[in-house]
């Protein structure tokens, strides 16, 4: 599932339900009685891709939504992409009937009864989870496989007592109702939709909410580098893994403790000063900076660190400064700055760009608990307004210092395994052929963001 405004790696990161401030559209009063509470919806077999609405602070008093020409304008630019072969649901609710969450599905291909049912019923979790009493269904693709979706989501939506607003397939600029059987205003060949004149599109686009022309294109925007690029920055990576081995060897010289405590102050450090950059409006050009910051993360306390800043009203410097670092990051430097870069993006109501850094997270290391976390929140369609920190960066370099004083002191060089065979730094790792390639340090659960 995709939510247009809700998505974790640690439980702790999600404080009480708050405010989550102007929904992007207005459906007008309409009745509804959602019945019980469900309980925790859980992900429908990986179908789901989430994508939250657009930043609390964007004015769209004005963009009413009050027929399905209306919400086919605005749904790409609340998705953050024109959607295909898919099968959004919009929920509103309150006395006004605001817009409060959407997220969409892959349609299953082939249909399958099973598939569309998991969809059906994890729709309507999410839906009387958020409070919404209004909902509409909207299909993109071909009949044979939006309606079984269709089908189900309607009699889900029945069950739970919910009012189906309005329940639709769209291909090809065109639109047919399932809901609406008389030819004068629902023809049989669909009605045509022209979306770039559209008032409502142009609104959204003046609000800052661009749409991609598909998904894919949003994904390329997080393009891995290539060629020469990909080359140089890999060379800058290990002079990184050099700067970080040469501080721990520096650590252990000079007395007991935490070998790791000069990599991860000077981690901490270049994570202040990247961060300062670009909410000054700047932006980082050097690729040895880039890469000491990707060797950095690995360390948990750098990473959380990193977390901790993510303040809400700083939201787009760190979406800006993550997003570099992913695209220059990769193999077991990707799944901290891709996972920072997902909650920076969740937080900031973009569900489709905390998607897709979290496929790549997991792509890279498929147990990031982190990526892992922020993945089941954008799935159950937990909204931003929760994307709220509960420490400061000096209460997560306190937590950490407790927890290394508390724990014992090893002989070994910080990340390496007590495997019995001979150690390996953290900075390289070996590979079948005997080279070395880098490599990050063993993820140890002293921290309370893991």
């Known amino acids: 599932m995709e939510t247009a405004q809700p998505s974790p790696d640690d439980s702790s990161v999600v ?3 708050a405010d989550q ?4 559209g207005d459906l007008g009063p309409s009745p509804g009685d959602p019945g019980p509470p469900p309980a ?7 179908r789901e891709d989430a994508s939250p609405w657009p930043e609390p602070d964007l004015d769209l008093s004005r963009v009413r939504v009050s027929g399905p020409a209306d919400m086919l304008a605005i749904v790409p630019h609340l998705l953050g992409f024109h959607p295909r072969l898919s099968f959004v649901v919009i929920g509103a609710g309150g006395p ?12 299953p291909d082939p249909p399958s009864a099973e598939a569309a049912g998991e969809i059906a019923d994890h729709a309507v979790a999410v839906l009387a989870q958020r409070g919404a009493t209004t909902v509409i269904g909207i299909g993109y693709g071909p009949g044979r496989l939006v309606t079984p979706v269709a089908d189900a989501f309607a009699a889900a939506v029945r069950r739970r007592r919910l009012d189906l607003r309005e329940l639709l397939r769209v291909e090809e600029s065109r639109y047919w109702s399932y809901l609406c059987a008389s030819p004068a205003c629902c023809p049989a060949d669909g009605t045509v939709f022209d979306y770039p004149s559209h008032p409502a599109a142009a609104a959204m686009t003046v609000a800052g909410l661009a749409a991609y022309p598909d998904r894919d294109a949003v994904a390329a925007t997080l393009a891995p580098l290539t060629g020469a690029a990909a080359r140089s920055m890999g060379q800058a990576i290990e002079r990184a893994c050099t700067k970080a081995q040469a501080l721990m060897d520096r650590a252990q010289r000079t007395g007991s403790g935490n070998p790791l405590r000069l990599a991860i102050s000077q981690g901490r450090r270049a994570v202040r000063e990247a961060v300062g950059v670009y909410r000054a409006g700047g932006r980082i050009t050097d690729e040895d900076t880039f890469a000491w910051l990707a060797v950095s993360l690995v360390h948990l306390a750098v990473r959380d660190d990193a977390w901790a800043r993510m ?3 700083h939201g787009q410097p760190h979406l800006a400064l993550w997003a570099d670092v992913v695209r220059r990051a990769d193999g077991p430097w990707l799944p901290a700055p891709a996972s920072l870069l997902a909650f920076t993006a969740w937080q900031a109501g973009d569900g489709t760009l905390a998607n897709i850094a979290l496929e790549r997270a997991l792509a890279a290391d498929p147990g990031y608990s982190m990526a892992l976390l922020l993945r089941d929140i954008l799935a159950a369609g937990v909204p931003p307004s929760q994307a709220r920190l ?9 937590s950490y210092a407790r927890a290394e004083t508390s724990a014992p002191s090893a002989p070994r060089r910080a990340g390496e395994r007590r495997t019995g065979k001979r150690r390996t730094a953290p900075g390289k790792r070996r590979t079948a052929a005997g080279k070395r390639r880098p490599g990050g340090p063993s993820r140890q659960r002293t921290d309370p963001g893991g």
């Open 15 to 17: 404080p009480p339900s």
């Open 21 to 24: 401030g102007p929904p992007p």
């Open 40 to 46: 925790e919806p859980g992900p429908p077999s990986g």
């Open 96 to 107: 006004r009937q605001r817009v409060e969450i959407g997220f969409r599905y892959n349609l």
């Open 311 to 313: 303040v809400p009203e």
């Open 390 to 398: 509960p420490m400061t960066p000096e209460e997560v370099a306190e």
